[in-house]
C-alpha cells in the first residue's frame, strides 16, 4: 500500500475517503477523493470538458491509496458521488 496523499495537489484541502461502486474496476474498495467545489481543479473541468467534448460535466481528483494512481473522477454535478462519502 502506497502512502496515502490526503491532500488535494490542486487546492490543499484534505481529500475525503470514498467508497467506489461495489461493480467498479478501480482495484480498491476506497478512493480519496477532493469534493472541495472550489477545487481549481474541479472549476476548470467544467470549461475544458464543454470546450473538448461538449459535455456538461467536470472532475475532481482522486487518488487510490493501494496503487499510488492519481487522476480524474467524471461528475455530472456538485452533488454527485458524495452519497459514497465514508467519514
Given at each position: 500500500m502506497?502512502?496515502?496523499?490526503e491532500k488535494c495537489p490542486h487546492c490543499g484541502l484534505k481529500m475525503s475517503k470514498?467508497?467506489?461502486p461495489a461493480d467498479?474496476?478501480?482495484g480498491t474498495d476506497v478512493q480519496l477523493i477532493c469534493f472541495n467545489d472550489d477545487c481549481p481543479y474541479?472549476?476548470?473541468g467544467w470549461e475544458w470538458?464543454?470546450?473538448k467534448f461538449n459535455?456538461?460535466?467536470s472532475y475532481r481528483?482522486?487518488?487510490?491509496?493501494s496503487t499510488g494512481e492519481n487522476g480524474p473522477l467524471p461528475v455530472w454535478?456538485?452533488?454527485?458521488l458524495r452519497e459514497g462519502i465514508i467519514e
Open positions: 502506497h502512502e496515502p496523499s470514498w467508497a467506489a467498479s474496476k478501480w474541479y472549476i476548470r470538458m464543454k470546450t459535455q456538461n460535466v481528483h482522486r487518488y487510490n491509496p454535478s456538485s452533488s454527485a
